[in-house]
């Protein structure tokens, strides 16, 4: 998948702040498939997780009391109350040469009028996810659309979810 092979660019060898992996299933565990290119890897999430090194807590106050050379948010900023909040101090968890990782859904794609998760509480296009990462202090590297987090999809579904979800690799701005 294009989502995994950019992100194995970014963490293999590197300490890496997972945010939100508990939330995933059978089909979508970016926690197990990355954690063998780490160096470590540390995971926080709201809910209790069996995997070892996820801690439960909130990422809008939690604090590690260390920094990240890179911070992965794995379809999890469209689930957050206070996005500004939490990408403020996602920012004092990255190193100043570090990489934040985001992917979340399309807000422009066809799919959008499907029925959402309900534990979504904003969704965002290129240039909304563009606007909030500017205004909280994050540069964007490298951007990419993607068709979505299932492993495979047949012929006939390909071409309706091509640009259904979007990965940003991001850096704190130079002042």
């Not at 050379?69 to 920012?91: A, K, M, P, T």
Request: glycine fraction near 8%.
């Amino acid at each position: 998948m294009i989502r995994e092979a950019i992100i194995a660019k970014y963490v293999k060898g590197k300490d890496v702040l997972d945010v939100g992996g508990v939330g995933q299933n059978a089909q979508y565990d970016l926690w197990s498939e990355i954690k063998p290119w780490c160096k470590t890897l540390v995971g926080i999430d709201i809910v209790p997780s069996v995997h070892k090194g996820i801690v439960c807590g909130n990422m809008e106050n939690y604090s590690f009391g260390r920094q990240f050379d890179c911070v992965l948010l794995g379809d999890v900023l469209e689930h957050v109350d206070n996005q500004g909040l939490f990408l403020d101090n996602i920012r004092t968890h990255l190193k100043p040469q570090g990489f934040l990782i985001v992917t979340t859904p399309n807000a422009k794609w066809p799919t959008v009028f499907m029925p959402t998760n309900k534990t979504h509480t904003l969704w965002h296009d290129k240039s909304t996810l563009t606007h909030i990462l500017q205004r909280h202090g994050f540069t964007i590297v490298e951007f990419k659309y993607y068709y979505g987090n299932k492993l495979t999809y047949n012929i006939v579904v390909r071409p309706l979810v091509a640009r259904q979800a979007m990965l940003a690799v991001c850096q704190i701005a130079k002042s």
